[in-house]
């Protein structure tokens, strides 16, 4: 049974830190690609940071580079996105994504919201 946990989030003031946690099973978490989507009230769902299945590459949308982390740990099947320096627009529901390159295969959390106000 695959399934995909996501854990952390919650309620920050602006310039503050939070760290999200997804952790996978049911499926060889090594070969997934693995990215965060936030999606905000009344918008589309869009690309925060992705990272590959070794965890030698990495890529973030523009709007949290320098802020954001995304790293992996294969031997715990768990994928995180440290956030630092959040402002009230990271508000969203984020969401974790596991993607086979090979087969398409996809997978998601179920989402966790993360509110940046003060």
């Known amino acids: 049974q695959v399934r995909v946990v996501q854990s952390g989030g919650g309620l920050v003031q602006p310039g503050g830190s939070l760290r999200l946690s997804c952790a996978a099973s049911?499926?060889?978490?090594?070969?997934?690609?693995m990215t965060w989507y936030r999606q905000a009230p009344g918008k589309e769902r869009d690309l925060v940071a992705t990272i590959t299945s070794t965890g030698g590459s990495t890529n973030y949308a523009d709007s949290v580079k320098g802020r954001f982390t995304i790293s992996r740990d294969n031997a715990k099947n768990t994928v995180f996105l440290q956030m630092n320096s959040l402002k009230p627009e990271d508000t969203a529901v984020y969401y974790c994504?596991?993607?086979?390159?090979?087969?398409?295969?996809?997978?998601w959390g179920q989402g966790t919201q993360v509110t940046v106000t003060s």
């Open positions: 049911g499926f060889t978490f090594s070969l997934y690609a």
């Open positions: 994504n596991a993607k086979n390159v090979a087969s398409g295969r996809t997978w």
